[in-house]
């Protein structure tokens, strides 16, 4: 030892021993991400805030997520272009408010009368599904995953009760995104009022309906004290957000680092389901206490056939635009007529047994 | 710098930064998992496969799991002691394999017309379940956590179709366990067969009828093209498997890589449950081409209350032998109550509006 470091110099020798020492303690990454959900929206931004402190312990410190709610960034909808222009690392968002971008993003939170929630993992995990979400979003320089699933949303709450088609002409409703394309084709008069008018819009006439997510996010907004009438679910029946990620950032991660990142995100989406499926219970015992008239409704079986039949005109009309877009379609399609038979067989009838 | 070489001597020096740096790179953990599954057993072993990968990528190669399948260790239903005594860290099985030992054990895997998969997943992680679960565990110096869900199980394959509780008396059945019993109470003969033995007891009627798992793992039995008749589930609607791991063991590991390990159980754990969705859906389109005669039935509105009445007849004799498996029932019970009610307005309504 002491020729060697005759040849080096002692102080030589001792920077380099403490070089691999301080290289050893190893380097921290920190992470941006920006939420398309408000600082108060649980579960939905719960799933970012868990998914960092997942990254954080597991990594022992080396991997920061710095989470910011759109009370801080302003631009709930600019969180795609945020992060492809790189100002934020990731974001945690909903692949269809990017449609208006790239038609292609639609498919990959819900689709109407489409796959439920353990359909939609199973595709996205076992039938493809996860590939052609990332060569949609691999154009912008983007990598996506299932970040969190509402299970079924509710169909909306409506002042009047809805029988026939005829009741649904002109009726004024707030309902966003594709679904809200499917409403118009029935005659409905979709409009769109900002979330902190809602409430007053509704109980003052301006409009007759409206549809928000599910009890656990409904309660909140107390519409089922004004409009008794809780339609089920048809338009999404397993609404799943994405984790965007800049791929530049993600590549310029150690591989450890990576696995980490990508797990937290899968469990912390994993759990979101869970987590909104306990909520939705809690908040619907409570909404029936608080309100003992609500009544539970579905639409009638001509009105499913009308929306049926609208939809598929409207996904046939933006295929033909988009092969890419079809080919996700046909996919999703044909995992889902292969796994409905067992969803029957097994889900469905079980609790048909068991109401 | 020189002068504190000079006091401590240069090889002390080069001695003490080399040691820093190699408690840097820093200590390897092994752990040793024995399952309860053969090595072919998928997608119940995948799930401890997958989690040890999990955890040496996370830990980029710090926590190391070996997994012993029961063709290694030779003792299935050895598992609970041997991670008990400590001769394996770590064990994936099923918790009601140990009621013999511990009648308590019993309802953390399904029970018979119980909560559903998400239902369950809901009870475990937002309804006590899980701390319900440690505190049975903790009697025996070990963790338990979810570790990977089957969904609902088929009710078995009988050669001649049940329409009456009359038909079910004297029927020769390899049906397992606690459903076993219920059936026991309603005159079915319940007989032990081994696994590798059921297709010529079957084909040759040393039995009737008997109950394995799912789609899945039934179609490389074979039975299907020899009993015709496929009933639907009601003993086993959401089986839940468990990483059990021993107490000491497990505090001996740093805290991240605590976090890394309870991570990579839970992820693999709802991994499973989406795998075997899956697997599910794709076996049972390959059963009803390869037996297009196979017949999907319910059992009758009679049959089924004999069955729960005779359910809930044994719950109350264990219950009123153990207050601890009391208060696990009847938080389940309470959880269903609420979470059913959400199930069926979203769940179900929506699959009874698309089958």
Known sequence: MKKM???????????????????AKEKVYKLKMATTWGK???????????????????????????????????????????????????????????KGKDINTLPFTSMPFGLTAPEQYAWFYHGGGLELMQKVYSKHNLLSFPGGNTGVQMGGF?????????????????????AGEVMAKLGIQVTNIAPGELYTALDRNTIDALEWVGPSMDINMGFHKIAPYYYTGWHEPASELQVIVNKRKFN???????????????????????????????????????????KVKTFSKEIMDAMKKANQELRNEMSAKSPLLKEVLDSQDAYMKKARE??????????????
Do not use: C
């Open 40 to 98: 108060a929206a649980t579960p939905l931004i719960d799933t970012a805030h868990n998914l960092s402190k997942m990254a954080e312990e597991m990594s022992n410190g080396r991997l920061l997520i710095r989470v910011d709610s759109s009370n801080k960034h302003k631009a709930p909808l600019g969180v795609f272009d945020m992060v492809k222009g790189g100002q934020y690392d990731m974001g945690h968002t909903a692949s269809y408010y990017w």
């Open 5 to 23: 470091i005759g040849k080096l110099g002692v102080t030589s020798v001792i920077l380099i021993a403490m070089s691999m020492s301080a290289q």
């Open 252 to 294: 310029k991660l150690p591989k450890d680092l990576q696995t980490i990142l990508t797990t937290a995100i899968r469990v912390s989406a994993y759990d979101m389901y869970i987590h909104n499926y306990d909520m939705n219970a809690t908040a619907w015992a409570k909404m029936k206490k608080e309100q003992p008239n609500i």
């Open 158 to 178: 409506f002042r009047k009760e809805i029988k026939t088609l005829e009741d649904l002409k002109g009726l004024k409703m707030r309902i966003p995104g594709f």
């Open 342 to 355: 067992w969803t029957k067989m097994s889900d469905y009838l079980y609790l048909k047994d068991n109401l």
